[in-house]
DNA sequence: CTGATCCGCAACTATACTCATTACGAATAG
DNA sequence: CTATTCGTAATGAGTATAGTTGCGGATCAG
């Protein structure tokens, strides 16, 4: 939506909420993380609301995921395994690194898609269907 | 540590979870799943336990991974978007096929390793460090 | 046949996480 | 000054994860 929008007019959380369907303090959390990335800039006061900080085809997928801090893709268990045991004192470092490389993976594949690219796909979208 | 295993002493769910510093109920849940897509077979009764049903090297991690039925790598907000904004009535859409790149990205990267790779590389760990 | 294992499954609980909601202070434009 | 909007904290409902107990069914040793 604020790739959408004009720099000029920026847009408030409550509209932003009403689009998703949710409410307005959800998405000022979210957009505070994209704002401490440098992605997006909040403006207060009358008139105020959100903005890109950045070109919409500057923005890849990846710096919105790495932004809003998500957590691993595939976790370990929470309790520390066996240090007795061959397999539990070496399972957590052996599939962190079998993980790590499909986390990269699927991270490559983020960065190369841009908010540019997914506001168009959304216009393209809009005009095929029939309504 | 099945794959470590010989196929005629079986582990039990109790040593496993041992290892695993969790309980057998949890082991058995999770075997459960594997079982039915065939990775594993268990046995009841006095010395019995489960086994791997096929070799260590054709069971890749993204066997396991579809096993287990994870979700989504990246869910959706789950409340239905408003359908009266461009960019509410098409954003969905839009996301699952980006997303779907992404995580097809990640699947190959699983695909591409196998439980014979995990078990090799946790046995080398083991060797080079130094006790 | 009997008893000791061991799986399979259901029920209940504790803990944690996500999100909705309310509230209130700070900043800003007119 | 006043209305608006962000920023953040507190609270609660709903859901997910995992721990625990219990018990029935299958299997094997004797």
């Known amino acids: 939506m604020l790739a959408q929008q004009s720099e000029a007019d920026p847009l408030t959380s409550e509209r932003i909420a009403g689009s998703v369907n949710t409410n307005p303090v959800f998405?000022?959390?979210?957009?505070?993380?994209?704002?401490?990335?440098?992605?997006?800039?909040?403006?207060?006061?009358v008139g105020g609301g959100w903005r890109l900080r950045r070109d919409?085809?500057?923005?890849?997928?990846?710096?919105?995921y790495e932004a809003v801090g998500a957590g691993p893709l595939l976790a370990l268990?929470?309790?520390?395994p066996n240090p007795d045991c061959l397999i539990g004192r070496n399972i957590q470092r052996t599939l962190l690194n079998y993980f790590g490389e499909a986390e990269a993976a699927f991270k490559q594949a983020l960065a190369r898609q841009t908010i540019a690219q997914v506001l168009e796909t959304a216009q393209e979208g809009e005009l095929s269907s029939p309504a």
């Open 27 to 45: 998405i000022r959390r979210i957009l505070g993380l994209l704002s401490r990335a440098g992605l997006v800039a909040s403006q207060p006061g």
């Open 56 to 64: 919409a085809a500057s923005i890849s997928l990846l710096d919105v």
């Open 77 to 80: 268990h929470h309790r520390m």
